[in-house]
Protein backbone atom coordinates (compact mmCIF):
# COMPACT_ATOMS: atom_id res chain seq x y z
CA UNK A 1 0.00 0.00 0.00
CA UNK A 2 1.59 3.77 -0.86
CA UNK A 3 2.33 5.37 2.19
CA UNK A 4 0.20 8.91 3.26
CA UNK A 5 -2.62 7.26 1.06
CA UNK A 6 -5.04 6.43 3.38
CA UNK A 7 -7.95 8.64 4.23
CA UNK A 8 -9.43 7.72 7.32
CA UNK A 9 -12.95 7.53 7.29
CA UNK A 10 -14.85 9.66 9.99
CA UNK A 11 -18.44 10.43 11.45
CA UNK A 12 -17.70 13.69 10.50
CA UNK A 13 -17.23 13.33 6.99
CA UNK A 14 -20.35 11.27 6.35
CA UNK A 15 -23.27 13.31 4.98
CA UNK A 16 -26.85 12.16 6.10
CA UNK A 17 -28.42 9.76 4.45
CA UNK A 18 -30.88 10.65 2.01
CA UNK A 19 -33.44 7.91 0.68
CA UNK A 20 -33.30 7.10 -3.13
CA UNK A 21 -29.84 8.72 -3.87
CA UNK A 22 -27.49 7.80 -5.86
CA UNK A 23 -24.92 5.37 -3.38
CA UNK A 24 -26.93 1.91 -3.69
CA UNK A 25 -25.70 1.36 -0.19
CA UNK A 26 -25.22 4.18 2.63
CA UNK A 27 -23.99 2.98 6.12
CA UNK A 28 -24.63 6.22 8.39
CA UNK A 29 -23.01 5.88 11.57
CA UNK A 30 -23.59 2.14 12.18
CA UNK A 31 -23.14 0.20 14.94
CA UNK A 32 -23.88 -3.35 15.68
CA UNK A 33 -23.66 -4.98 19.09
CA UNK A 34 -24.64 -8.78 19.62
CA UNK A 35 -24.18 -8.61 23.67
CA UNK A 36 -23.80 -5.66 25.92
CA UNK A 37 -20.13 -3.87 25.99
CA UNK A 38 -19.17 -5.47 22.96
CA UNK A 39 -19.24 -4.25 19.36
CA UNK A 40 -18.77 -6.28 16.07
CA UNK A 41 -19.27 -2.76 14.57
CA UNK A 42 -18.43 0.55 15.72
CA UNK A 43 -19.30 3.86 14.11
CA UNK A 44 -19.04 3.21 11.03
CA UNK A 45 -20.34 5.58 7.67
CA UNK A 46 -19.67 4.57 4.00
CA UNK A 47 -21.01 4.95 1.06
CA UNK A 48 -20.58 2.40 -2.50
CA UNK A 49 -21.65 3.71 -5.55
CA UNK A 50 -23.44 1.50 -8.36
CA UNK A 51 -21.20 -1.21 -10.14
CA UNK A 52 -18.46 -0.35 -7.33
CA UNK A 53 -16.45 -3.69 -6.69
CA UNK A 54 -15.44 -3.56 -3.19
CA UNK A 55 -13.08 -5.34 -0.62
CA UNK A 56 -13.67 -6.02 2.74
CA UNK A 57 -10.87 -6.75 4.05
CA UNK A 58 -9.17 -6.93 7.90
CA UNK A 59 -8.11 -9.09 10.66
CA UNK A 60 -10.50 -12.20 12.04
CA UNK A 61 -13.37 -10.68 14.39
CA UNK A 62 -13.00 -7.54 12.87
CA UNK A 63 -16.80 -7.38 11.48
CA UNK A 64 -16.25 -7.79 7.91
CA UNK A 65 -19.14 -10.68 8.45
CA UNK A 66 -21.25 -8.53 10.49
CA UNK A 67 -21.60 -5.85 7.85
CA UNK A 68 -22.36 -7.93 5.09
CA UNK A 69 -25.18 -9.31 7.27
CA UNK A 70 -26.55 -6.26 8.07
CA UNK A 71 -26.62 -5.20 4.69
CA UNK A 72 -29.25 -8.02 3.99
CA UNK A 73 -31.08 -7.85 6.92
CA UNK A 74 -30.27 -11.15 8.41
CA UNK A 75 -28.78 -8.72 11.61
CA UNK A 76 -30.24 -5.80 12.33
CA UNK A 77 -27.74 -2.43 13.44
CA UNK A 78 -27.97 -1.63 17.20
CA UNK A 79 -27.17 1.82 16.21
CA UNK A 80 -27.14 3.94 13.15
CA UNK A 81 -29.11 3.71 10.02
CA UNK A 82 -28.53 1.70 6.95
CA UNK A 83 -29.65 1.99 3.27
CA UNK A 84 -29.68 -0.24 0.72
CA UNK A 85 -31.21 0.52 -2.87
CA UNK A 86 -32.79 3.43 -0.89
CA UNK A 87 -34.41 1.16 1.71
CA UNK A 88 -33.67 2.18 5.56
CA UNK A 89 -32.76 -2.21 6.35
CA UNK A 90 -32.34 -0.93 9.53
CA UNK A 91 -36.26 -0.76 9.97
CA UNK A 92 -37.28 -3.40 7.27
CA UNK A 93 -40.56 -4.92 8.53
CA UNK A 94 -40.87 -9.02 7.65
CA UNK A 95 -42.88 -8.28 4.03
CA UNK A 96 -39.52 -5.80 2.84
CA UNK A 97 -37.08 -8.73 3.17
CA UNK A 98 -37.80 -10.54 0.40
CA UNK A 99 -38.48 -7.93 -1.52
CA UNK A 100 -35.10 -6.74 -0.35
CA UNK A 101 -33.62 -10.13 -1.06
CA UNK A 102 -34.42 -10.05 -4.51
CA UNK A 103 -32.50 -7.77 -5.52
CA UNK A 104 -29.54 -8.86 -3.21
CA UNK A 105 -27.07 -11.90 -4.09
CA UNK A 106 -25.52 -13.56 -1.50
CA UNK A 107 -22.99 -15.97 -1.09
CA UNK A 108 -21.75 -16.94 1.92
CA UNK A 109 -19.49 -19.89 3.40
CA UNK A 110 -22.48 -21.08 5.55
CA UNK A 111 -24.95 -20.89 3.06
CA UNK A 112 -24.99 -24.55 1.65
CA UNK A 113 -26.24 -26.09 -1.43
CA UNK A 114 -29.59 -28.28 -0.86
CA UNK A 115 -28.04 -31.99 -0.78
CA UNK A 116 -30.91 -33.43 -2.25
CA UNK A 117 -31.10 -31.18 -5.66
CA UNK A 118 -29.13 -31.09 -8.40
CA UNK A 119 -26.84 -28.21 -9.69
CA UNK A 120 -29.30 -26.81 -12.24
CA UNK A 121 -32.08 -27.08 -9.07
CA UNK A 122 -30.40 -25.56 -6.74
CA UNK A 123 -29.78 -22.54 -8.95
CA UNK A 124 -33.15 -22.71 -9.91
CA UNK A 125 -34.57 -21.79 -6.25
CA UNK A 126 -33.61 -18.67 -6.60
CA UNK A 127 -36.34 -18.20 -9.36
CA UNK A 128 -38.96 -20.19 -8.05
CA UNK A 129 -39.11 -18.60 -4.37
CA UNK A 130 -40.26 -15.23 -6.60
CA UNK A 131 -42.66 -16.76 -8.64
CA UNK A 132 -41.37 -17.00 -12.14
CA UNK A 133 -42.68 -19.47 -14.93
CA UNK A 134 -40.98 -22.69 -14.82
CA UNK A 135 -40.01 -22.11 -18.58
CA UNK A 136 -38.48 -19.09 -17.31
CA UNK A 137 -37.12 -20.65 -14.36
CA UNK A 138 -35.38 -23.69 -16.67
CA UNK A 139 -34.59 -20.89 -19.45
CA UNK A 140 -32.79 -18.64 -16.72
CA UNK A 141 -31.13 -21.49 -14.49
CA UNK A 142 -29.65 -23.52 -17.68
CA UNK A 143 -28.02 -19.99 -18.69
CA UNK A 144 -26.54 -18.52 -15.65
CA UNK A 145 -25.18 -22.56 -15.33
CA UNK A 146 -23.67 -22.13 -18.85
CA UNK A 147 -22.27 -18.43 -17.92
CA UNK A 148 -20.33 -20.02 -14.62
CA UNK A 149 -19.16 -23.31 -17.01
CA UNK A 150 -21.24 -25.72 -15.52
CA UNK A 151 -23.72 -27.51 -18.09
CA UNK A 152 -22.50 -30.45 -18.12
CA UNK A 153 -22.80 -30.76 -14.19
CA UNK A 154 -26.41 -29.58 -14.44
CA UNK A 155 -27.57 -32.62 -13.52
CA UNK A 156 -25.62 -33.93 -10.60
CA UNK A 157 -26.12 -33.50 -7.11
CA UNK A 158 -23.68 -31.01 -4.76
CA UNK A 159 -22.23 -33.89 -3.42
CA UNK A 160 -20.90 -35.26 -6.88
CA UNK A 161 -19.53 -31.70 -7.37
CA UNK A 162 -15.99 -30.59 -7.11
CA UNK A 163 -15.34 -27.84 -4.08
CA UNK A 164 -15.04 -25.15 -6.84
CA UNK A 165 -17.69 -26.24 -8.93
CA UNK A 166 -20.35 -26.22 -5.30
CA UNK A 167 -18.93 -22.73 -4.88
CA UNK A 168 -20.09 -21.87 -9.03
CA UNK A 169 -23.47 -23.13 -8.05
CA UNK A 170 -23.59 -20.89 -4.96
CA UNK A 171 -22.52 -17.94 -7.50
CA UNK A 172 -24.92 -18.81 -10.18
CA UNK A 173 -27.96 -19.16 -7.87
CA UNK A 174 -26.26 -15.61 -6.07
CA UNK A 175 -26.47 -13.77 -9.76
CA UNK A 176 -29.45 -15.91 -11.69
CA UNK A 177 -31.72 -13.16 -10.89
CA UNK A 178 -29.24 -10.68 -12.10
CA UNK A 179 -29.04 -8.29 -8.40
CA UNK A 180 -28.32 -4.71 -8.36
CA UNK A 181 -26.02 -5.82 -5.28
CA UNK A 182 -23.78 -9.52 -4.76
CA UNK A 183 -22.73 -10.07 -1.20
CA UNK A 184 -19.96 -12.32 -1.24
CA UNK A 185 -18.13 -13.25 2.41
CA UNK A 186 -14.55 -15.09 1.41
CA UNK A 187 -15.91 -16.80 -1.71
CA UNK A 188 -12.96 -18.14 -2.31
CA UNK A 189 -12.31 -19.48 1.05
CA UNK A 190 -11.40 -23.25 0.03
CA UNK A 191 -10.54 -22.92 -3.20
CA UNK A 192 -7.20 -23.87 -4.94
CA UNK A 193 -5.22 -20.92 -6.45
CA UNK A 194 -6.53 -21.45 -10.14
CA UNK A 195 -10.38 -22.19 -9.11
CA UNK A 196 -9.82 -18.64 -6.89
CA UNK A 197 -9.37 -17.09 -10.53
CA UNK A 198 -11.78 -18.53 -12.07
CA UNK A 199 -14.67 -17.75 -9.17
CA UNK A 200 -13.37 -13.99 -8.93
CA UNK A 201 -13.42 -13.60 -12.50
CA UNK A 202 -17.04 -14.82 -12.55
CA UNK A 203 -17.50 -11.74 -9.92
CA UNK A 204 -15.47 -9.58 -11.43
CA UNK A 205 -17.45 -9.76 -14.85
CA UNK A 206 -20.74 -9.51 -12.85
CA UNK A 207 -19.34 -5.82 -11.47
CA UNK A 208 -18.67 -4.99 -15.03
CA UNK A 209 -22.16 -5.81 -15.94
CA UNK A 210 -23.10 -3.01 -13.07
CA UNK A 211 -23.54 -5.09 -10.27
CA UNK A 212 -22.64 -3.39 -7.27
CA UNK A 213 -19.90 -5.90 -5.06
CA UNK A 214 -18.78 -6.43 -1.84
CA UNK A 215 -16.34 -9.19 -1.03
CA UNK A 216 -14.72 -10.34 2.17
CA UNK A 217 -11.12 -11.47 1.83
CA UNK A 218 -8.63 -12.13 3.38
CA UNK A 219 -6.45 -12.75 0.39
CA UNK A 220 -4.07 -10.14 0.21
CA UNK A 221 -3.36 -11.14 -3.39
CA UNK A 222 -6.53 -11.32 -4.52
CA UNK A 223 -7.50 -7.59 -3.20
CA UNK A 224 -4.53 -6.49 -5.32
CA UNK A 225 -5.72 -7.95 -8.70
CA UNK A 226 -9.06 -7.78 -8.44
CA UNK A 227 -9.76 -4.56 -6.19
CA UNK A 228 -11.07 -1.11 -7.48
CA UNK A 229 -11.89 -0.10 -3.62
CA UNK A 230 -10.85 -1.84 0.00
CA UNK A 231 -12.32 -1.00 2.92
CA UNK A 232 -10.09 -2.16 5.99
CA UNK A 233 -11.92 -3.03 9.13
CA UNK A 234 -10.24 -3.19 12.71
CA UNK A 235 -11.69 -3.66 15.98
CA UNK A 236 -15.59 -2.99 14.06
CA UNK A 237 -14.10 0.30 12.94
CA UNK A 238 -13.45 1.61 9.13
CA UNK A 239 -9.99 2.20 9.54
CA UNK A 240 -9.10 2.56 5.65
CA UNK A 241 -11.10 3.39 2.42
CA UNK A 242 -8.44 3.12 -0.42
CA UNK A 243 -9.02 3.61 -3.88
CA UNK A 244 -7.07 2.96 -7.30
CA UNK A 245 -3.57 2.96 -7.24
CA UNK A 246 -3.64 3.37 -3.30
CA UNK A 247 -4.30 -0.09 -3.66
CA UNK A 248 -1.35 -1.61 -5.11
N1 LIG B 1 -23.91 -14.11 16.27
C1 LIG B 1 -22.95 -13.58 17.03
N2 LIG B 1 -23.10 -13.50 18.36
C2 LIG B 1 -22.16 -12.94 19.14
N3 LIG B 1 -21.00 -12.41 18.66
C3 LIG B 1 -20.81 -12.47 17.35
C4 LIG B 1 -21.76 -13.05 16.46
N4 LIG B 1 -21.27 -12.96 15.19
C5 LIG B 1 -20.08 -12.36 15.29
N5 LIG B 1 -19.79 -12.06 16.57
C6 LIG B 1 -18.59 -11.35 17.05
O1 LIG B 1 -18.50 -10.13 16.35
C7 LIG B 1 -17.17 -9.83 15.97
C8 LIG B 1 -17.08 -9.65 14.47
O2 LIG B 1 -17.33 -10.91 13.84
P1 LIG B 1 -17.40 -11.11 12.27
O3 LIG B 1 -17.88 -12.47 12.03
O4 LIG B 1 -18.17 -9.99 11.69
O5 LIG B 1 -15.84 -10.95 11.91
P2 LIG B 1 -15.11 -11.20 10.52
O6 LIG B 1 -14.34 -9.97 10.20
O7 LIG B 1 -16.07 -11.69 9.51
O8 LIG B 1 -14.06 -12.35 10.91
P3 LIG B 1 -13.50 -13.59 10.02
O9 LIG B 1 -12.42 -13.01 9.17
O10 LIG B 1 -12.96 -14.52 11.05
O11 LIG B 1 -14.64 -14.16 9.25
C9 LIG B 1 -16.32 -10.98 16.52
O12 LIG B 1 -15.80 -10.57 17.76
C10 LIG B 1 -17.32 -12.08 16.71
O13 LIG B 1 -16.93 -12.94 17.74
MG1 LIG C 1 -16.29 -13.47 8.48
Redesign the pocket.
Known amino acids: MTPGAPARATAEAAPAPRAGGDPLIRLFHVSKS??AGTF?LRDVSVEVKKGELVFLT?P???????LMKLLFAAERPSEGQILVLGRNVARIGERGIPRLRRRVGVVFQDFKLIPTRTAEENVAVALEVIGKSPREVRGKSFAMLKRVGLQHRRHHRPAALSGGEQQRVALARALVNDPAILLADEPTGNLDAALTLEIMDLIAAAAARGTTVLV?S?DAALVKRYARRVLR?EG?QLVEDLSGSAIR
Open positions: YSAGSGAGKTTAHLG
